[in-house]
């Protein structure tokens, strides 16, 4: 090959590792930037004084004079909403009993869209559900429902050519001319006096239990059950990829056994993780029964076997990539093959060990399928150690896909789904840095 047509292609393959790697950035900025945008808003957001009263209520947490201050404060920009309902409630009963009948679908749908802004009428029978004893907690939310007591809206299906059209009308025009007329233009003049938002980090989400199916609460449990298994999944998958690592570099002879080891080392690496799932529920709970239900050590083993293939390639590479001369140099002195194997080839080949293991474990975190069979339940309490062998967990992978799916609320929740994605990419990310830092210790104590 002619020295000007190589450096030709030296440079078209720079080129086209320059752009992969640009195109690499680009689409991690793209995928994260939303992620990481949304997600913030879980702890850093504009609450109302519904939410301060929900952290009092439910957590005890907070100023009591303040919280005081700041609700009856909320209350008497209100006074006036509840005055007007009243007003209309007696002309009601004045009205003959057919025009009365043409608002009453309206009026409900009117209380309706209050009590979810405002929380329940003061001096009502205390609702049952949570999400019922108060009202919108987020300003963004806020804003959203005031926009639905606003405006009925409607589908204009006139067009037979066209989609549905949507039609906002104000919802003023039902009660024209009653005493419910001004309300409208009062709460829209008066809704940061109702509801008075204000900034608040709320850094406890990582910590708090849930209320209400995620309404209010945070994703402690999650978090927790998430380390668990995660934690799990390497206490038994790392011992045993080492292991089978050291035998097939260090002591196993080539031939059609190993060779069909490692077939199916590399098979299992590509099997369907549904498919693991699978096998953990019919092995080690309907098999083996090492529990009576669903529980994070059945999750664990689970997810340790689907770690395990990665695990054991991992080390073999970086344990065949030690240099052959320090096995000799030992072996050379005195030293006997298993102690070689701990004190020279493992020191050596430890950072290559250490990048997979973390990797295993970032993909063990972020795993869904295995654990929606053998460890994973929608809602439930933080576990004690003990009680992971034999109860199960919420968790990070398995709760994002449920309430963004499955939740009835599924557009109050956005906040909790987008936190729950921020924090498990940030876990992921952290040990992913965690990997780097170790190795880059490592490696300098190696080199001395």
């Known amino acids: 090959m002619r020295l000007e047509t190589r450096r030709l292609l030296d440079r078209a393959f720079s080129g086209l590792g320059v752009i992969a790697i640009g195109v690499m950035a680009l689409a991690l900025i793209v995928i994260l930037t939303p992620i990481i945008v ?10 109302t004084v519904e939410h301060r009263k929900v952290m009092f209520d439910q957590w005890d947490r907070g100023n009591p004079q303040r919280i005081e201050a700041d609700k009856a404060a909320a209350a008497e920009a209100r006074q006036p909403v509840y005055d007007m309902l009243s007003a209309f409630d007696a002309e009601l009963k004045a009205m003959p009993r057919k025009e009365r009948s043409l608002y009453k679908k309206p009026l ?23 999400r019922q004893q108060y009202g919108a907690t987020r300003w963004d939310r806020a804003k959203i429902k005031l926009d639905e007591l606003l405006y009925t809206e409607d589908w204009d299906y006139s067009n037979p050519d066209a989609l549905g059209v949507l039609v906002k009308t104000p919802r003023v025009e039902q009660f024209r001319g009653t005493a419910l007329e001004p309300l409208f233009a009062y709460i829209k003049e008066n809704i940061s006096a109702m509801m008075r938002p204000r900034w608040t980090f709320y850094w406890q989400f990582l910590f708090d239990t849930s209320k209400d199916s995620h309404i209010f609460g945070g994703i402690g449990p999650e978090v927790l059950g998430t380390i668990y298994l995660t934690l799990g999944a390497m206490i038994f998958a790392i011992p045993m990829g080492v292991i089978a690592a050291i035998y097939l570099c260090e002591y196993s002879r080539e031939g059609r056994v190993v060779s069909f080891l490692r077939i199916c080392i590399s098979t299992l690496a590509g099997v369907p993780s549904i498919v693991f799932g699978l096998f953990g529920l019919a092995f080690f709970l309907n098999t083996i029964h090492i529990s009576n239900s669903k529980s994070v050590l059945a999750g664990s083993l689970t997810l340790s076997l689907l770690i395990l293939p990665t695990v054991i390639r991992a080390s073999e590479e970086a344990i065949l990539a030690v240099p052959h001369s320090y096995k000799e140099a030992a072996l050379s002195l005195g030293s006997g093959r298993w102690h070689t194997v701990m004190t020279v080839i493992l020191p050596a080949a430890l950072p290559g060990i250490l990048t997979g293991t973390v990797i295993s474990m970032g993909r063990a975190a972020g795993e869904t399928a295995p654990i ?20 199960p967990t919420p968790a990070l992978p398995w709760n994002i896909y449920n309430l963004s799916t499955e939740h009835e609320a599924v557009d109050e929740i956005r906040h909790v789904q987008f936190g729950m994605v921020f924090t498990l990419v940030a876990l992921v990310l952290l040990l992913n840095l965690f990997a780097i830092v170790m190795r880059a210790r490592i490696s300098k104590k190696l080199r001395g």
């Not at 949304?38 to 609450?47: D, H, I, L, M, Q």
């Not at 209050?114 to 009502?124: M, Q, T, Y």
């Not at 150690?385 to 034999?390: I, Q, V, W, Y």
């Open 38 to 47: 949304k997600g913030s808003g879980a702890f850093v957001f504009r609450s």
């Open 108 to 130: 409900r749908e009117l209380e309706k869209a209050l009590a979810e802004l405002l929380g329940p009428v003061p001096g009502e029978h205390t609702p049952v559900l949570i």
């Open 372 to 391: 929606i069979f053998t460890a994973a339940v929608s809602v439930g309490r933080p576990l004690m150690p003990l009680e992971a062998l034999s109860q």
